[in-house]
């Protein structure tokens, strides 16, 4: 069967990304004469593209009904959440304003499929891990005797969020053409993210006093590092956090990106996607950090291997080629590092509570000793962390939440040889998302996770039949055989 259709789709998003990097043009030769003038360079033209895309509502939002679904909108503000900078203004039980886009986003989402799929849509099976790691946070918080609002917030609270939001996500996904929406959300974002930590690199910029934000554009080395005096700093885009975290955020996008060059049916949306692809790329790379590149490499493999298509392998090659020569990337792997250590003290950790663990964010302050001080960090594993903090059976929920998706979505692609661009660059994404989370703690930080399971619902929703709609296809207007 095929559709046929009277009315063409336009699909707003490679426009967006090439006006986008219009605007990042103009904003860095601007930057480099003086980076204020850079960011209002960037601000104007940010302004002249959004006032230009509001007075010309594009075909497509208008075809499939997205502009007025409060499930996709609830999507897109779980995806900016990367947007708002960590550690800004005041918090609240451990709930801050980097916090508001995804819990709105939530509600929206859930009102969403409450209304459209029922109230029971909101328990879809695959996020049972996920709702039973936040019950068992709370549980471990209980017995663990630290019932705080700040410790509840952080431990059943944001879990239970994170729960809803992903089930939500999922069910939003499998709605017709909505699939798409996800993808199209979280590679602006990522495009968005990497083009402002690229402007940042180029000009020199970052924050350095302690009445601003820090970490926002780039985070400087350190004087004992390799690469102090060499490269200004490392990228981390507006997160507001590690560099570390940064690269991760960015994984998602160069897989997502990459999926849409090879599935491009027209030269504007190759070019398009394929700047999208180097600008992530890119990103990663200048962030500097070793396991995101690992990760990264893990990730090509994979959609590579799975796709089999000479062009988006022919970009992709091209880039880590170009990335490897044009940047000193390669010397950080002559670093020492101190992960070993870190997994070691927390299995020593996990020894001493096995069952209900820490609680929820205790971690770090449970490690301070007073008469024997002693380097103070996390596990830099998100599976080892949740087992130090509520116990192993914490650690395996946390775990089967993140790895039953990707084992869905990879069985498809590897055994019943579903090879459709999005599907596979989905799985790419989490299955570099997953070994990198092996070396830093990603699914504890919301705006860095939040892509994880957005890619997840997106990519469940093309195996289960909520496909993207192909930008070159229409709206139904009737069938054929």
């Given at each position: 069967m095929t559709v046929t259709?009277?009315?063409?789709?336009?699909?707003?998003?490679?426009?967006?990304?090439?006006?986008?990097?219009?605007?990042?043009?103009?904003?860095?030769?601007a930057g480099l004469y003086h980076p204020a003038w850079g960011a209002v360079a960037a601000v104007a033209g940010s302004g002249v593209v959004a006032w230009r895309v509001l007075r010309r509502p594009e075909v497509a939002?208008?075809?499939?009904?997205?502009?007025?679904?409060?499930g996709v909108w609830g999507l897109v503000l779980m995806a900016a959440?990367?947007?708002?900078?960590?550690?800004?203004?005041?918090?609240?039980?451990?709930?801050?304003?980097?916090?508001?886009?995804?819990?709105?986003?939530?509600?929206?989402?859930?009102?969403?499929?409450?209304?459209?799929?029922?109230?029971?849509?909101?328990?879809?099976?695959?996020?049972?891990?996920l709702y039973l790691f936040a019950a068992w946070s709370g549980i471990s918080t209980v017995f663990g005797g630290d019932l705080d609002a700040g410790t509840v917030a952080r431990g059943a609270g944001r879990w239970l969020l994170v729960a809803l939001a992903f089930s939500a996500a999922v069910v939003v996904a499998r709605r017709p053409g909505r699939a798409r929406w996800v993808f199209s959300a979280v590679l602006a974002v990522g495009v968005a993210e990497a083009l402002f930590g690229i402007w940042a690199y180029l000009v020199d910029w970052a924050p350095t006093s302690p009445q601003r934000a820090l970490l926002i554009g780039m985070e400087r080395w350190r004087e004992y590092q390799p690469l102090y005096g060499q490269v200004p700093g490392r990228v981390t885009g507006t997160l507001g956090v590690s560099s570390n975290f940064f690269g991760a955020l960015m994984l998602a996008p160069v897989m997502v990106a990459a999926g849409r060059f090879a599935k491009a049916s027209q030269r504007f949306e190759a070019v398009a996607y394929g700047i999208a692809t180097a600008a992530t790329l890119f990103a990663l790379v200048l962030s500097y950090t070793r396991a995101s590149v690992v990760a990264l490499l893990g990730g090509t493999l994979f959609l590579l291997l799975a796709l089999r298509r000479l062009r988006p392998t022919l970009l992709l090659v091209g880039l880590l080629v170009a990335a490897s020569l044009l940047?000193?990337?390669?010397?950080?792997?002559?670093?020492?590092?101190d992960r070993l250590a870190l997994a070691q003290r927390s299995l020593e950790t996990i020894e001493q509570q096995p069952v209900t663990g820490l609680g929820a964010g205790d971690f770090v302050d449970a490690q301070f000793d007073e008469e024997r001080p002693v380097l103070i960090a996390t596990p830099h594993n998100s599976f080892l962390l949740a087992a130090a903090e509520t116990g192993i059976p914490g650690g395996v929920l946390l775990f089967l939440a993140a790895a039953v998706p990707g084992?869905?979505?990879?069985?498809?692609v590897v055994v019943r040889?579903?090879?459709e661009p999005m599907l596979v660059a989905?799985?790419?994404?989490?299955?570099?998302?997953?070994?990198?989370?092996?070396?830093?703690?990603?699914?504890?930080?919301?705006?860095?996770?939040?892509?994880?399971?957005?890619?997840a619902a997106a990519g469940l929703g093309v195996l289960r039949g909520g496909r993207p709609t192909p930008t070159g296809g229409a709206r139904a207007t009737g069938r054929r055989s």
């Open positions: 259709s009277a009315h063409p789709r336009l699909d707003p998003l490679p426009a967006a990304i090439l006006a986008m990097t219009a605007v990042w043009a103009v904003a860095v030769a939002a208008r075809a499939d009904g997205a502009a007025t679904d409060p959440s990367p947007l708002v900078p960590a550690r800004l203004g005041p918090s609240v039980a451990g709930i801050g304003i980097d916090d508001i886009p995804m819990i709105v986003g939530t509600l929206l989402a859930s009102v969403s499929v409450v209304r459209r799929e029922g109230p029971k849509a909101l328990l879809t099976p695959i996020a049972a891990p940047t000193p990337m390669a010397s950080r792997f002559r670093e020492g590092n084992a869905v979505m990879a069985f498809a040889r579903r090879r989905a799985t790419a994404a989490l299955f570099a998302f997953g070994i990198q989370t092996f070396s830093n703690n990603l699914f504890h930080i919301p705006a860095v996770a939040v892509g994880y399971w957005l890619v």
